[in-house]
């Protein structure tokens, strides 16, 4: 089970031009509840979005598997999206004139 997941930062340009797409990743979880490899087994089609995917879930915990009572390794797969916004964010406009976004 997933304990701490939070989501990866969604690229604010990829996010204006409303790229986005799903990254699947297969996860080995350690005993310790923390991924020990990550391998991507389908791309999003953007290799930023598969990067930042790979990277957030590097830094996830998870509730380790038991067998007999003892914690061991797992390998799960890990749909990661990346959703572009429904309605075009307002930063969109300074990045659109060549201007940094304000936060």
């Known amino acids: 089970a997933a304990l701490d ?49 790979k990277d957030a879930v590097q830094g996830w915990t998870f509730r380790a598997a038991t067998r007999g009572g003892q914690p061991v390794a797992q390998t799960i797969q890990v749909p990661v999206n990346f959703n572009p916004p429904a309605e075009r964010p307002a930063a969109c406009f300074a990045l659109d004139a060549g201007h940094a976004p304000v936060p």
């Open 5 to 53: 997941t939070p989501p990866p930062q969604f690229p604010l340009p990829l996010a204006c031009a409303g790229i986005g797409g799903q990254t699947l990743l297969e996860v080995v979880v350690g005993a310790g509840g923390t991924p020990t490899r990550i391998t991507q087994l389908r791309s999003s089609g953007n290799e930023q979005l598969d990067r930042l995917a």
